[in-house]
Structures are given as structure tokens and as C-alpha cells.
């Protein structure tokens, strides 16, 4: 079981908890492993708001609209890999618990990378008339900053195994893909780094977004920061197209050269998987394919 009928046939997913979850046209499961060994699973049938509404997938909406879903998806999926995978602790985390920590996770990556490149922004103006080098400057600021996050998320032992994970996801993706059995010798394989990751899909939101804020003059703090937030959509929108590009046509040298530093910032958010993490990844790929 792996063939691929149709090139241009997608899936994909994301790590979570001590799991994978995989979604491929309107399915969505999970697998997680519980801490007495057996894989629990979590189906769902979802038709994304793309093929239900019309205008919702055009180009540069659908971006948007699929990372919006996929955000509120993911969030549901994490929640129940959470109560799986903590089944045998004393305290796990309440529904209410885990929202607070997502708006407190929203909020810091406001100011980290919204406010404070833009306050940078602002200061740096008056010493530089070049606006596109501004940009630049910002962009590098904003992407040094995630960089350093990143980095700091290694020294977290829960982290390493959720990027396990993440290795283990691409790993599977690439197999069905390439039309193989989904069997772990098979899968083991394949690189840990995709083309169609989020992770290059952040690092492409922050090259759109100097391009993009380029164009926004020389505002001052408060409208540079409501500017950059209100933005945000165009932006992902831009990058979802991208990275689609990208994962359509990845066998060219040239979309393969702008398909390197993404693939280059995986080698910190995927680590090579154990065969029982790359099990988990084929039992949640095998209930959507």
C-alpha cells in the first residue's frame, strides 16, 4: 500500500504529541502512541472551505483560508494527542489550559517578530534612507530571532521528539510519494527534509513579507506594527503559492536553489526518526490514502 495515482495528488501533516497526523483529500487522522505501547487513532472526514466555496480557492485566497483551517485542525489534533500520550500522568492539561497557552504562544510571537523588528525599523530610519536595506535589516532581525527560538527548542527533550516526529511525517510523505509500499524499511530511507514543510513555509512568509513591507513606505511605529498584522494574509497567501511551487516542481535546479534554505532550516526542526516513531507515521498516512 503506497501508490501514488496521480502526481498532482497531495498529502501531508504535522507532528504532534508522541504522534503524526496526516491528511490527504477530505481525511484526517491521527495516530499516537500511548505510553503502554498501542497506537490510538483519530479519523475525521473535513471538506476544506476551498473546494466548498468557490472564491475561497482562488489563487492567493486559498493560502490564507488553508492555513487558518489547518491552524484550528491542528490545534483539536494536539489537544487529543495531548490527553493520549499524558494517559498515565497525574495531571494533564485542561482544554482551557492549552487555549491560554496557544493565545500566550500567539501573543509572544507578536512582539517578538511583528513589534519588535518594527521597532527596529523606526530607529533605524533615521540613520538609513535606503528603505529596501531597511527591510533587509528588519528581515534579518525578525529571522535571527527565529532562529534563536528554534535553537532554544532543542534543549527541550519533548521538542527533539516532537521534530523526531516531524522526521518521521516527511519521511512517510515522501515514500507515498514515490509510490512505495508504506513499510519502515522503505520508509526509513527517504530525507526528513520536504520541500512543502511549514517550516520553509515560515522562512518564505519572512522573504515575501520584506518584499511586500518595501512597498509600505516609511510609516511610523504604530501604523508599521497595524500594517505588518493586517498584511498577514496577502502574506501567507503569497507564501502558500510559493511553497506549492516549490513541492510541484522541486526536480528543477532552480526551484530546488529556492528550496534550500527552507530545507536547510529543517535540519533543526526534523531529527531522524526510531522505527517505532516511523510506524506511528505510516498507521496515520495508511487511514487517509
Not at 482551557?96 to 521597532?119: G, K, N, Q, R, T
Not at 527548542?153 to 516532537?162: C, E, F, G, I, Q
Not at 522573504?207 to 498584522?229: E, Q
Request: charged share 20%.
Amino acid at each position: 500500500m503506497g501508490c501514488r495515482p496521480n502526481p498532482e495528488d497531495i498529502a501531508g501533516g504535522q507532528a504532534i504529541l508522541e504522534g503524526v497526523m496526516m491528511r490527504h483529500g477530505n481525511k484526517i487522522a491521527a495516530a499516537v502512541r500511548r505510553p503502554d505501547r498501542e497506537i490510538v487513532f483519530r479519523e475525521r472526514e473535513y471538506i476544506p472551505l476551498a473546494k466548498r466555496y468557490k472564491a475561497l480557492g482562488w489563487m492567493f485566497v486559498r493560502g490564507t483560508v488553508t492555513l487558518f483551517e489547518m491552524m484550528i485542525i491542528g490545534i483539536q489534533f494536539l489537544m487529543f494527542s495531548a490527553d493520549v500520550a499524558l494517559a498515565e500522568e497525574d495531571v494533564k492539561p485542561q482544554g482551557w489550559e492549552m487555549y491560554v497557552s496557544l493565545a500566550v504562544s500567539f501573543s509572544v510571537a507578536i512582539f517578538f517578530f511583528v513589534i519588535v523588528p518594527a521597532f527596529f525599523f523606526t530607529k533605524m530610519k533615521v540613520y538609513i534612507d535606503n528603505l529596501i536595506l531597511l527591510n533587509v535589516l528588519e528581515g534579518c532581525v525578525r529571522l535571527g530571532m527565529f532562529l534563536c527560538f528554534l535553537s532554544a527548542t532543542l534543549l527541550m527533550k519533548d521538542m527533539r521528539r516532537v521534530y523526531m516526529y516531524h522526521g518521521a511525517e516527511h519521511k512517510t510523505v515522501f515514500a507515498w510519494e514515490d509510490g512505495r509500499d508504506l513499510t519502515v524499511e522503505n520508509v526509513k530511507k527517504y530525507s526528513t527534509r520536504h520541500p512543502r514543510c511549514g517550516t520553509s513555509f515560515i522562512l518564505f512568509v519572512m522573504i515575501v513579507s520584506i518584499v511586500v513591507f518595501s512597498l509600505l513606505g516609511r510609516p511610523d511605529f504604530a501604523h508599521r506594527v497595524l500594517y505588518k498584522i493586517l498584511l498577514l494574509p496577502v502574506i501567507a497567501g503569497i507564501s502558500y503559492e510559493a511553497i506549492r511551487f516549490t513541492g510541484k516542481y522541486s526536480r528543477f535546479m532552480l526551484v530546488q536553489a529556492l528550496s534550500w534554505p527552507g530545507l536547510a532550516l529543517q535540519r533543526i526542526t526534523t531529527r531522524e526518526p526510531d522505527d517505532d516513531q516511523i510506524e506511528v507515521a505510516i498507521a496515520a498516512m495508511k487511514k487517509v490514502v
